[in-house]
Nanobody, 125 residues
Framework: QVKLVESGGGLVQSGVSLRLSCAAS????????MGWFRQAPGEEREFVAR??????????LYADSVKGRFTISRDYAKNTMYLQMNSLKFEDTAVYYC????????????????WGQGTQVTVSS
């Protein structure tokens, strides 16, 4: 099974960029569909982005709230997934989690099998 460790969170001002990393060990990121989720205080964990392999290549999916600002990617040589977050907003404040799924196109929290411990992102307005 894969172990996931997030890093890169922090306290930033609105409008700036931040890149989160999700380092995998035990297995390779190429073996899974992978995603980013976030959870704000008092809120449910919500989907942010997903990266999968399709017959035509890499397929990405984004929540409407981050589309055009966030980019998900993975580096097979480093066995790491990333979330590039640009134009950060106050409402992006949350704990960000990376996750891996054995399904080709997982939907929702319940369809991911492995989770990291999370990294805090705080955006000041």
């Amino acid at each position: 099974q894969v172990k996931l460790v997030e890093s890169g969170g922090g306290l930033v001002q609105s409008g700036v960029s931040l890149r989160l990393s999700c380092a995998a060990s035990g297995r390779t990121v190429s073996e899974y569909s992978m995603g980013w989720f976030r959870q704000a205080p008092g809120e449910e964990r919500e989907f942010v982005a997903r990266i999968s392999h399709g017959w035509s290549g890499v397929i990405t999916l984004y929540a409407d709230s981050v589309k055009g600002r966030f980019t998900i990617s993975r580096d097979y040589a480093k066995n790491t997934m990333y979330l590039q977050m640009n134009s950060l907003k106050f409402e992006d404040t949350a704990v960000y989690y990376c996750a891996a799924s054995n399904r080709d196109y997982p939907n929702g929290v319940d369809e991911y099998d492995y989770w990291g411990q999370g990294t805090q992102v705080t955006v000041s307005s």
